[in-house]
């Protein structure tokens, strides 16, 4: 199992906020980070959820490593297709 083998995120500069339009819709945690919402119980997940949630995430992983082959950020963060 490779439970709890992880890399340390370190800090890093954080960018300025930018200007969200008024037309999306922002969450509770959006001026002060923290959110306001409660959650009075955990949400149980049928298998059915569940196995749904593993096809995602593995999809979601292999995008992220074709377009991390495919996609250069640069440190000014300007986008460049190699």
Do not use: W
């Not at 906020?17 to 922002?26: A, D, L, M, Q, T």
């Not at 593993?54 to 999809?59: A, F, N, T, Y």
Request: proline letters at 7%.
């Amino acid at each position: 199992s490779n439970f709890g083998l992880y890399k340390i995120v370190e800090p890093e500069r954080v960018s300025q906020c930018k200007n969200i339009p008024e037309h999306i819709p922002k969450p509770s945690y959006y001026l002060t980070g923290e959110p306001t919402e409660y959650m009075h119980c955990p949400e149980i997940k049928t298998d059915d959820q569940i196995e749904k949630m593993r096809v995602s995430g593995k999809l979601a992983a292999k995008i992220l490593k074709t377009v991390g082959e495919n996609i250069r950020v640069t440190l000014d963060l300007k986008f460049g297709i190699t």
